[in-house]
């Protein structure tokens, strides 16, 4: 039996039916009791390209419909493990990302107080570093796993110092992260020059880009994880462009040479052991996905997430017993 919230099953009510949340998850604010809330933070106006991410949770908690319990990979039953809600969206302020932050840090400070492990859908990714002051402030200066194309660790755009592809060089200058338990894997495309990979670099992250990623093997990117990021509590942050633009188009700045569904289910699985606190995934732009296969991805890569979560769990418990 599910030890707390948990969805409701198809097989009682069928799936097209009922009011949307995520994995048909029941929709409350009320923590007691609660492991994990699913957040939507419906915010895109710090993109540098194309904005329509706002409309990713919804789109995201669509497609999720059919997802079910069982995890057969791990081999865990999620609901049996985690007591799980949709928590809804945050409020933010289209078009004044600042004020947005203030909003988004308001509205994850609770659910990270009650020791609830929040899973953010976005929204474009500089929602990360609102969220990252509202995990610094429950977990002081946090590791950090990023799966991406793109560094994200520019200094500005047009002389604005908070966009989509700033987020985490703000976190390490507000000290919200812990450099040397920073990974950073996918970056790839083109690039202004050598120096946007070397800026990652020189803030102390571990970057790996796809090449390198091809050249060594899942396996030792795995590996590497650990190593760099198993000591202590860790921000997991995923952006839907990570994944290549024939298997999720619906993103803001798609990249090809990517991943496949199938590599970023296997290396989100490779996750399990870790002290992963708060989480998010980001970019999903429905407007260029007329079919909702990237949503469809995101919602099933968020469940990977909650499987790596539930397999952690009840991996302490049996070294516990």
């Given at each position: 039996m599910p030890r707390g919230y948990a969805p409701v099953s198809g097989l009682e009510s069928p799936r097209f039916s009922g009011i949307r949340t995520f994995a048909r998850l029941p929709h409350t604010r009320d923590l007691a009791g609660v492991d994990v809330a699913i957040v939507g933070v419906p915010f895109d106006t710090g993109v540098t390209y194309r904005v329509g991410a706002r409309f990713g949770p919804a789109a995201v908690r669509e497609m999720s419909a059919m997802l079910r319990v069982y995890h057969p990979a791990l081999n865990v039953n999620v609901y049996d493990v985690l007591s799980v809600v949709d928590y809804g969206d945050v409020p933010v302020v289209p078009g004044f990302i600042e004020a947005s932050y203030d909003r988004i840090v308001d509205g994850l400070r609770p659910i990270l107080a009650a020791g609830v492990v929040p899973i953010c859908i976005g929204g474009d990714h500089s929602i990360a570093l609102a969220e990252l002051r509202a995990v610094a402030e429950r977990y002081g200066p946090v590791g950090m796993v990023q799966?991406?194309?793109?560094?994200?660790?520019?200094?500005?755009?047009?002389?604005?110092?908070?966009?989509?592809?700033?987020?985490?060089?703000?976190?390490?200058?507000?000290?919200?992260?812990?450099?040397?338990?920073?990974?950073?894997?996918?970056?790839?495309?083109?690039?202004?020059?050598?120096?946007?990979?070397?800026?990652?670099?020189?803030?102390?992250?571990?970057?790996?880009?796809?090449?390198?990623?091809?050249?060594?093997?899942?396996?030792?990117?795995?590996?590497?994880?650990?190593?760099?990021?198993?000591?202590?509590?860790?921000?997991?942050?995923?952006?839907?462009?990570?994944?290549?633009?024939?298997?999720?188009?619906?993103?803001?700045?798609p990249e090809i040479g990517g991943f496949t569904s199938r590599e970023a289910q296997e290396l989100?699985?490779?996750?399990?052991?870790?002290?992963?606190?708060?989480?998010?995934?980001?970019?999903?732009?429905?407007?260029?996905?007329?079919?909702?296969?990237?949503?469809?991805?995101?919602?099933?890569?968020?469940?990977?997430?909650?499987?790596?979560?539930?397999?952690?769990?009840?991996q302490a418990q049996e070294a516990d017993a």
């Open positions: 799966f991406d194309s793109h560094t994200d660790t520019w200094d500005e755009y047009w002389g604005q110092k908070y966009t989509h592809g700033t987020p985490f060089r703000r976190a390490v200058e507000e000290g919200l992260l812990d450099p040397r338990r920073v990974i950073q894997v996918g970056m790839r495309g083109s690039l202004y020059g050598p120096e946007d990979l070397d800026q990652s670099r020189d803030l102390g992250f571990e970057v790996w880009t796809t090449d390198d990623v091809r050249r060594e093997g899942i396996a030792a990117v795995v590996q590497a994880i650990h190593r760099r990021v198993a000591d202590g509590p860790v921000f997991l942050s995923f952006d839907i462009d990570f994944v290549d633009p024939s298997f999720a188009p619906g993103t803001g700045t989100l699985r490779g996750l399990v052991g870790l002290k992963l606190v708060a989480c998010d995934l980001v970019e999903v732009l429905p407007a260029h996905d007329p079919a909702g296969i990237t949503a469809l991805i995101a919602a099933n890569l968020i469940f990977e997430i909650l499987a790596v979560l539930a397999a952690t769990r009840r």
